[in-house]
């Protein structure tokens, strides 16, 4: 009887065992400079809101490396980023600017975006808010500077995303073979997706939305593209 008690007046004690926790694993951390992103990272895991996100991911998307260097202005700086997406490769150049610990991303699409705590010593763990039609959507990225994560490190990382109350991520697969480096030459094998998501019409964008924001709109997404696949 005694032992019962004591286990009914420890819950409260067990129960906010998991928040310290979470508080540790969504702390957002301090950005020391544009230097702290330079260089070549692999995108491991995603996780988003926007509904339609991860099937669509888990179905096309093998997998995505991307390059950061720096812009002309000290506190900015280019990301390109290369999919590997059915076999072939597209790539989406974007520029973000760092005010006041926050990174800020104008094109090809509206984000800000913070930089959280994590145990991995060569990692970007990113927290974003994303525009897209009128919706407003959030998403956790984790970059390495190797080709996978560890276990551990993976687990962090899933932990991370429940505590943020985001879906379980979605994790690519290096071993598919990532694209190489299309911007070196101009005849490359990779599309240059830049341009058609800059120059997309706000109708276009809210049409995506609401498509990506329903089961049906998913369907017929998927359907589109997998019967497009080579499509030029
Ligand atoms: C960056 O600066 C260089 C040298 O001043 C200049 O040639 C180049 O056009 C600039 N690039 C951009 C994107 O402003
Ligand atoms: C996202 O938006 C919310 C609500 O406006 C804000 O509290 C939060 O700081 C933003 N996070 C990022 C990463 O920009």
């Known amino acids: 009887?005694?032992?019962?008690?004591?286990?009914?007046?420890l819950l409260p004690a067990a129960f906010s065992a998991p928040l310290t926790t979470c508080?540790?694993?969504?702390?957002?951390?301090?950005?020391?400079?544009?230097?702290?992103?330079?260089?070549?990272w692999t995108y491991t895991a995603e996780s988003t809101n926007l509904p339609g996100s991860k099937a669509l991911t888990k179905l096309f998307v093998d997998n995505?490396?991307?390059?950061?260097?720096?812009?002309?202005?000290?506190d900015s700086f280019y990301v390109f980023q290369v999919q590997k997406m059915l076999g072939r490769c597209f790539s989406v150049t974007?520029?973000?600017?760092?005010?006041?610990n926050i990174l800020h991303m104008e094109e090809p699409i509206h984000a800000t975006e913070v930089l959280l705590a994590t145990s991995c010593p060569d990692c970007l763990v990113l927290l974003s808010n994303y525009t897209l039609g009128g919706s407003t959507y959030r998403g956790l990225q984790i970059l390495t500077k190797r080709p996978k994560l560890t276990q551990d490190e993976m687990d962090e990382f899933k932990r991370q995303a429940a505590c943020l109350h985001l879906p379980s991520p979605t994790f690519l697969d290096s071993?598919?073979?990532?694209?190489?480096?299309?911007?070196?030459?101009?005849?490359?094998?990779?599309?240059?997706?830049?341009?058609?998501?800059?120059?997309?019409?706000?109708?276009?964008?809210e049409l995506l939305d609401k498509l990506l924001s329903s089961q049906?709109?998913?369907k017929t997404l998927v359907q589109l593209i997998a019967n497009n696949p080579t499509q030029d």
């Open 1 to 9: 009887m005694f032992s019962f008690i004591l286990a009914v007046a």
């Open 64 to 74: 995505v490396w991307g390059k950061i260097y720096p812009a002309n202005e000290s």
């Open 23 to 40: 508080d540790r694993l969504t702390e957002q951390v301090q950005i020391q400079g544009r230097n702290q992103f330079l260089g070549v």
């Open 94 to 100: 974007s520029k973000l600017t760092l005010i006041n």
């Open 216 to 218: 049906s709109g998913i």
């Open 175 to 205: 071993d598919k073979g990532f694209c190489t480096d299309g911007s070196a030459s101009k005849d490359s094998e990779t599309t240059d997706l830049t341009p058609v998501l800059s120059q997309a019409q706000p109708e276009y964008m």
